[in-house]
């Protein structure tokens, strides 16, 4: 980075602060403890594919994929109608050592599934990088009429300037269909139901920039513009555009932080609502001694229609080496406003009702403290417990008129979660690799209509393992276990439990030494055959077998 003075590097971070723009009128949350019932429900469908041919970067830019951070769905490319909802440990990094560039892959299996990518990016340079990514996956489901398929392509470029200023680029589309293949008992079909199939469509865009290569000691900074629209075969459809700034100014080995974002939404269906959501974070981290700790706040004003609400939250974070490099305590007071929206919704259940209310939940406060560490180089750790207060959480509930479909309902009261949350990741020689993950929830809420907290696991645990033989034989395995559901629809008259479910997923692949770049997989999940339920009344796939050829060149 350019050395700058210091008059115009804080003058940079209060520029930054100035284009989140002023903080809108103040009002009080409602603690009423009503509940609101929203007449449609939010799909969420989540990336979530295992590429095991990765390409390759020199040391200069940095490709920026999307998303492809594998998770534990009882089969190898995850489909939006089957996806469970336990996410894989975050200590272990399991990666693979031979990185290729551009590879072409394909598969197919029992239940009619196909799947197909082609990841293409140009050949190593230090300052320009450009790529496309296109994939389908498709097939049948557990019962009759329960197919799905996914397809979608994202480009990206990215120029470094200057040897210090990254300017990137990314557009993309994703469509998903899926159906409502609900195996309701006749007392339940519905009367009068819409269609049983449900399309998603995704276009998305962004733009960022930053001095990357600045200088050690001056100000770093990145800024950045995203849009996306989000539509559905029920014409509900929302527009959204996000700027962000943000800015770090060493002191020292000290740290002044700040960032902001401005969010604006436009969410249409049988009404046209505007909503935005302005933050402004800021804070300085500080090293003395054993002690790293980041003191600061966070804000956020919300606006829906008329309406505007502001939350303030401290930033407190700190940690402190009881035995360097084996032993560190942590703990923190923070809090925060996560946004929903039916985008987000759709790709966490896809069977939600098209048209939800959308309502952002406010994390009041999270006040955890744990330990981490190693036991050994090879090794990590993490324990930690976290008492936490909501306000507006959400619980998916199934609509009463069409119980295929769900609907989130809000805790417009105080929602109070206790979680312990434990990771273990150890790597007990070159070549192999495990991790595991377990996550205890108690929920308590405030609401006397909302019994309890429907779809939401108080149990969660895995366990993944990847070994490597001379580079060229893979095994991997993936056990995870999920704890009872309750359920219901908007009667709250009956609830049902949803029995546990523990799932085994199986992968292997052989790298051809005569065919460089050459590889063939084969994926067996859900070995078990368990089809248990997700969400009520919907069946996941039983054992699935799926075999396959990738080829990677350049």
């Not at 520029?15 to 799909?43: E, M, R, W």
């Not at 909802?85 to 693979?96: S, V």
Request: glycine content about 8%.
């Amino acid at each position: 980075m350019n050395k700058l003075t210091i008059l115009s590097k804080y003058g940079a971070l209060f520029t930054i602060a100035l284009l989140c723009g002023p903080l809108a009128t103040y009002a009080q949350d409602d603690l009423s403890g009503t509940v609101i019932v929203p007449n449609d429900i939010k799909v969420k469908l989540e990336d979530a594919l295992k590429i095991d041919i990765p390409p390759a970067q020199d040391e200069g830019i940095k490709l920026q994929k999307p998303d492809m951070s594998y998770t534990t769905d009882p089969y190898l490319v995850p489909g939006p109608t089957y996806k469970t909802k336990l996410q894989p440990a975050t200590l272990g990094k399991i990666i693979n050592k031979e990185l290729q560039q551009c590879f072409v892959k394909g598969a197919f299996g029992n239940f009619g599934t196909l799947y197909g990518e082609a990841f293409l990016n140009s050949l190593r340079n230090r300052t320009t990088l450009y790529s496309i990514d296109l994939k389908h996956y498709s097939g049948d489901g557990p019962v009759k009429n329960s197919g799905f398929s996914t397809n979608s392509v994202d480009l990206f470029g990215s120029q470094i300037f200057a040897a210090k200023y990254d300017l990137s680029a990314s557009l993309g589309f994703r469509g998903d269909v899926n159906r409502f293949y609900a195996t309701l008992p006749d007392s339940l079909q519905p009367k009068n139901a819409s269609s049983d199939k449900q399309t998603f469509s995704d276009f998305h865009t962004q733009v960022h920039f930053a001095n990357t290569g600045a200088d050690t000691g001056a100000l770093r900074y990145q800024l950045g513009v995203a849009y996306y629209f989000f539509g559905d075969a029920f014409k509900t459809n929302e527009n959204d555009i996000t700027v962000v700034a943000s800015g770090d100014e060493p002191i020292k080995d000290n740290h002044i932080v700040a960032d902001g974002s401005f969010d604006y939404m436009n969410y249409k269906n049988e009404l046209s609502i505007n909503r935005t959501l302005l933050r402004i974070n800021a804070g300085y981290d500080l090293k003395a001694g054993i002690l790293r700790a980041h003191l600061g706040f966070k804000t956020a004003n919300e606006t829906e229609g008329n309406v505007s609400t502001f939350h303030f939250y401290p930033d407190l974070r700190a940690e402190a080496d009881l035995v360097e490099k084996y032993l560190t305590v942590i703990g923190g007071l923070t809090g925060n406003l996560e946004k929903n929206t039916f985008r987000g919704y759709a790709y966490e259940n896809p069977f939600i009702v098209s048209d939800p209310l959308l309502k952002n939940t406010n994390e009041k406060f999270n006040l955890y403290g744990g330990v981490k560490g190693s036991f050994s180089s090879n090794s990590s750790f993490l324990v930690s417990v976290a008492f936490k207060n909501y306000h507006n959480m959400y619980f998916y509930i199934q609509d009463t008129t069409d119980r295929r479909k769900y609907v989130p309902v809000y805790d417009t009261g105080t929602t109070t979660v206790i979680n312990v949350h434990g990771e273990l990741a150890w790597s007990f020689m070159e070549d192999l690799d495990l991790s595991t993950k377990i996550d205890l929830n108690s929920y308590s809420v405030s609401t006397l209509k909302i019994q309890k907290p429907f779809e939401r696991p108080a149990f969660e645990w895995m366990v993944t393992g990847n070994y490597n033989i001379a580079h060229k034989i893979t095994f991997g395995a993936d056990l995870f276990f999920v704890g009872s559901r309750d359920a219901t629809d908007l009667s709250f008259k009956q609830v049902t439990t949803l029995k546990p479910y523990i799932d085994l997923n199986v992968h292997a692949s052989y790298a051809f030494a005569n065919v460089k770049g050459l590889k063939v997989f084969l994926e067996l999940n859900n070995i078990f055959g368990n089809q248990y339920e997700v969400w009520n009344y919907y069946p996941v796939r039983g054992f699935q077998i799926l075999g396959g050829v990738s080829y990677s060149f350049l």
